[in-house]
């Protein structure tokens, strides 16, 4: 009853196959350059691309559930395959983007929800995961605070609910170990709404120095996503933070709602993260 592992190099991949490892769950890591991966003693690597169906039947071979990355691209091939393989679950990490109004234009949206939609039209079981934004969202920062610069941004006062990656690989876990989440559809959020500047402000607590926050326009902004991203998905990403100027984001479904556990907070993930932050505490490490 093995458990394939799609994303595996990903930051909440990583976390769910080391629990599932852990308590004796076969599990089987697969990335399209499976040499790159790191996997506790004991853990099979597999060649798997989706734009590669000739990789999917040995990577499926034997597998009963499935925790998968959103990928379109080939998304039908792997429905096909996980059928004919018997594959008896799925646990998607989509995003909540997909509740959007917008969200079948979106650039930011469709990419999940397009497999969110080829899995239900292959009639795969399947629990969707949609977490809102992530904690570790915050590395994006660490080239200023490193450099001792401040941090631009175009809505400072953005409210989100930043969920802990680890948080997402709990409930994952639930979900695929579980009868209670299965087949559900979950947005996911952290237990506490913040501003970018109180996200911030947090980090300066947890580094023990000011870090200066400069409001920079729109324009600008995009010019400085736009390296990193295609423009499309810059501009909405950026009409995401204006809505989010109007007032706490909502807090939905978290590990406390779920699995009758404290959500971990941003400060903790903060703390366990400083060193990315700070040249001085990395280095001396």
């Keep these: 009853m093995t458990v394939l592992i799609t994303g595996a190099r990903g930051q909440v991949g990583r976390a769910v196959l080391r629990r599932l490892h852990a308590v004796g769950l076969p599990v089987r890591a697969a990335s399209a350059h499976p040499a790159d991966l790191t996997v506790p003693a004991g853990v099979e690597t597999v060649e798997l691309a989706l734009d590669r169906p000739q990789t999917l039947p040995a990577a499926l071979d034997g597998v009963r559930q499935v925790f998968l990355y959103p990928q379109p691209e080939g998304i039908e091939a792997f429905t096909g395959a996980a059928r004919a393989a018997g594959v008896e679950h799925v646990v998607l990490l989509s995003s909540a983007s997909v509740l959007g109004p917008d969200a079948e234009t979106d650039p930011l949206a469709s990419h999940s929800l397009l497999v969110e ?32 610069q401040p941090i631009q941004l175009a809505y400072p006062d953005a409210h989100i609910a930043p ?30 709404s913040l501003t970018f500047r109180e996200q911030i402000a947090v980090l300066a607590e947890v580094l023990g120095r000011e870090i200066p926050v400069e409001t920079i326009t729109r324009a600008q902004a995009e010019q400085q996503l736009g390296r990193f991203m295609p423009a499309a998905a810059a501009g909405s990403l950026l009409a995401l933070w204006e809505a989010a100027t109007a007032g706490p984001a909502p807090i939905a479904d ?9 959500e971990r907070t941003f400060r903790q993930w903060a703390t366990e993260n400083a060193t990315a ?9």
Aim: hydrophobic share 45%.
């Design 163 to 192: 969920i802990h990656p680890e948080d997402i690989a709990d409930v994952a876990v639930e979900a695929l170990t579980g009868t209670t989440l299965r087949g559900r559809a979950l947005a996911l959020t952290g237990g506490q």
């Design 254 to 262: 978290t590990t406390r709602t779920l699995l009758a556990r404290p």
């Design 277 to 285: 932050f700070d040249a001085h505490r990395g280095a001396s490490r």
């Design 117 to 148: 939609r080829a899995l239900l039209a292959a009639g795969l079981p399947s629990t969707l995961l949609r977490p809102d934004a992530f904690a570790s969202n915050a590395l994006g920062w660490c080239h200023a605070t490193v450099h001792h």
